[in-house]
Each structure stands twice: as C-alpha cells, then as structure tokens.
C-alpha cells in the first residue's frame, strides 16, 4: 500500500467515524429532548387518564345505586299491583255475591 492509499483509507476510516459519532449524538439529543420535553405532557395525560377513571368509577357507582333503587321501586310497584289485583278480585267476587243473594231474593219475594 503506498501512501496515497494510505491517505485515502485513514480519510474514508475517519469520515465513517465523524458520520457514526455524528448519527450517535443526534439519536441522543432526539431521544433526551423527547424524554425532557414530552415529559411534561406524558405528565398531564396521566393526570387527565386517571381523572377519567376516577370519573367512570363514580359514574358505574352512581349507575348502580341507580339501577338498584328502580329496581326496588319496581318490586315494590308489582307487590301493590298484585295487592291492588287481589283486592279487585274480591271485590269483584263480592258483588257477585250480592248479585246473587239479590236475584235470590227477588226470585223468591
């Protein structure tokens, strides 16, 4: 190898270093202004996430109670409408009753 190669291969050998320490130090500087300025916000999603799960968790709550009050409200309206239906029942059977004793009656008098 003579010098002029010599020369030429130490230059192509230092500009491949100079380009990988170059490439090396941008990946670095991208990946801790990333890091330093994102951070902030990452900091505020989560903040915002967990406001958004606290909310969901007081309203499922919220849903519940609710369901289980209607649902209480309804048992307790089907437990009057039969009441209300048997003593319609026997109301009715009564004036049958009446009917009756009053035909009877006035068949024999």
């Given at each position: 190898m003579n010098r002029a190669e010599f020369i030429i291969v130490t230059a192509i050998i230092l500009?491949?270093?100079f380009a990988l320490g170059w490439f090396a130090h941008w990946l670095i500087h991208r990946f801790t202004r990333i890091a330093g300025a994102e951070m902030g916000e990452l900091d505020r999603m989560a903040?915002?996430?967990h406001e958004a799960e606290e909310s969901r968790d007081q309203?499922?709550?919220y849903m519940q109670?609710?369901?289980?009050?209607?649902?209480?409200q309804?048992?307790?309206t089907e437990a009057e409408l039969r009441a209300a239906m048997d003593g319609l029942r026997d109301a009715r059977r009564e004036a049958e009753e009446l009917?009756?004793?009053?035909?009877r009656t006035n068949a024999t008098g």
């Open positions: 500009f491949i270093a903040q915002a996430l309203a499922i709550t109670q609710r369901e289980s009050e209607l649902s209480n309804q048992h307790q009917r009756a004793y009053i035909e």
